[in-house]
């Protein structure tokens, strides 16, 4: 089987390496040259453990070409974009546009596979209608699927083949050609239903993410106003067999969480308050961070150095990244910031150039590299003061000031800056 890959990016490239990594010759189309140019050149342009080896071997052995010019093939998988509107909207013009580059191409029997994120009716209500107007009718001439991608960067590698794959098809022989294409490599369930109940599974999967992560969040606005450890609350009550509250954290970034709800609440806006309202929270966390920071040193701050620009750990995606909100509401403070992040060439600048006579670090991403920091460059900063926003710090100090979601509480009324702890003891 010949299957071309349009689009690589996050999603596009890991997915085209694994088919080529089980047998199948696989063409990666994208309209970016540098990206090609850099993947010919055997170098991989996204941060995932496992890809850059596993991409040169399907390369080395002329399983995989990374090509600017579309070919001919038997299935034709698109992971494109679909980043938002202004007004939230789900943006199609990406998909429209590879499906425009495919139609010149297609044959009879070919399996058009969608598994970018769409809003609900986008397979049979964009892709569709495209297809038959060329001529095609969907399900006899061509099959049409939306299947879309469930893996967390850091793991794609391993939750392409293991995880259960939803496999919506527009007819049900739709849904059986998708299902042969993914049965090449994928080891966990074929979960076979229409394109629709697809399209929605996904966006709620994220959705419910989003929403209980809310809860968190409002959790720390609520305990920091009655002097609560939030973090104290969540775990006790996590105790409960029944409970399961997420963490709390400066708002959720990357193009799920803190786009996908947006897709259902514009196609369904009186149906969805509870969504709408977890999306405010969410989004209201970065600037909530910035005045905390207010709150905390007393409106004294003059510079503050943010720990890392990615929106999650131990990836380079800064697409929707909570942290570089908050960079640019304390800027609005007239506050210098500085930006520090190792796995994100951007950010990745000297960390002494960062830290030195900073009133404040912040700890925005979960990186492995900010779980300890070395004393030099604390005892470099203005006032020794550490916001960890994700509570992953596990370094120590005896003049440093450590400040947690959960005890936000002790400086809400900006009094002091009393409370100095040793790191090792939480």
């Known amino acids: 089987m010949k299957i071309a890959t349009i689009g690589l990016g996050y999603i596009g490239l890991p997915t085209a390496v694994m088919f080529a990594k089980h047998g199948q010759e696989v063409i990666g189309f994208d309209t970016n040259k540098e990206v090609i140019a850099r993947l010919q050149s055997g170098c991989?342009?996204?941060?995932?453990?496992?890809?850059?080896?596993?991409?040169?071997?399907?390369?080395a052995n002329g399983l995989l070409r990374p090509v600017s010019q579309l070919e001919p093939?038997?299935?034709?998988?698109?992971?494109?974009?679909?980043?938002?509107?202004?007004?939230?909207?789900?943006?199609?013009?990406?998909?429209?546009?590879?499906?425009?580059d495919v139609i010149p191409l297609l044959k009879t029997g070919n399996t058009i596979i969608l598994e970018s994120t769409v809003a609900p009716k986008t397979t049979t209500g964009v892709i569709q209608p495209m297809l038959e107007e060329a001529g095609f009718t969907v399900g006899v001439d061509v099959h049409l699927v939306h299947c879309p991608e469930r893996v967390l960067p850091g793991q794609i590698m391993t939750e392409l083949v293991h995880n259960n794959r939803i496999i919506g098809g527009v007819t049900p022989a739709c849904a059986n050609a998708g299902e042969a294409v993914y049965q090449t490599f994928v080891e966990g369930e074929m979960l076979l239903t229409d394109a629709s109940t697809a399209e929605l599974s996904k966006l709620?999967?994220?959705?419910?993410?989003?929403?209980?992560?809310?809860?968190?969040?409002?959790?720390?606005?609520?305990?920091?106003?009655?002097g609560i450890n939030a973090l104290n609350v969540i775990e006790m009550a996590n105790k409960h067999p029944r409970v399961n509250i997420h963490t709390p954290g400066p708002g959720v970034g990357g193009h799920c969480l803190a786009v996908d709800p947006y897709f259902i609440t514009i196609a369904a806006p009186e149906q969805t308050p509870l969504i709408q309202t977890a999306r405010e929270i969410n989004s209201s966390m970065p600037e909530y961070i910035a005045e905390s920071v207010d709150t905390i040193t007393n409106n004294t701050a003059k510079k503050v150095v943010i720990l890392?620009?990615?929106?999650?750990?131990?990836?380079?995606?800064?697409?929707?990244?909570?942290?570089?909100?908050?960079?640019?509401?304390?800027?609005?403070?007239?506050?210098?910031?500085?930006?520090?992040d190792p796995h994100v060439a951007y950010y990745n600048m000297n960390p002494e150039t960062a830290f030195a006579n900073a009133d404040m670090a912040i700890i925005a991403t979960e990186h492995d590299e900010f779980k300890h920091l070395p004393i030099s460059l604390l005892t470099s900063m203005a006032t020794m003061q550490i916001f960890d926003t994700k509570n992953i710090f596990e370094g120590a100090h005896e003049e440093l000031t450590y400040i947690t979601l959960g005890t936000l509480h002790r400086y809400s009324n900006a009094?002091?800056?009393?409370?100095?702890?040793?790191?090792?003891?939480?």
């Open 308 to 340: 890392g620009a990615a929106y999650k750990g131990n990836v380079d995606d800064v697409r929707e990244s909570p942290a570089l909100k908050i960079a640019e509401y304390l800027q609005q403070r007239g506050i210098e910031v500085h930006v520090y």
């Open 415 to 426: 009094s002091s800056f009393s409370h100095k702890k040793s790191l090792g003891r939480r």
């Open 44 to 59: 991989i342009h996204i941060e995932e453990p496992g890809l850059q080896e596993a991409f040169q071997g399907v390369l």
């Open 204 to 226: 709620m999967e994220n959705t419910f993410r989003d929403t209980n992560i809310a809860l968190a969040n409002e959790l720390v606005k609520l305990s920091t106003e009655l």
């Open 73 to 100: 093939a038997d299935t034709f998988i698109i992971a494109v974009p679909t980043p938002h509107t202004e007004d939230h909207s789900c943006d199609t013009r990406y998909i429209r546009q590879a499906v425009k």
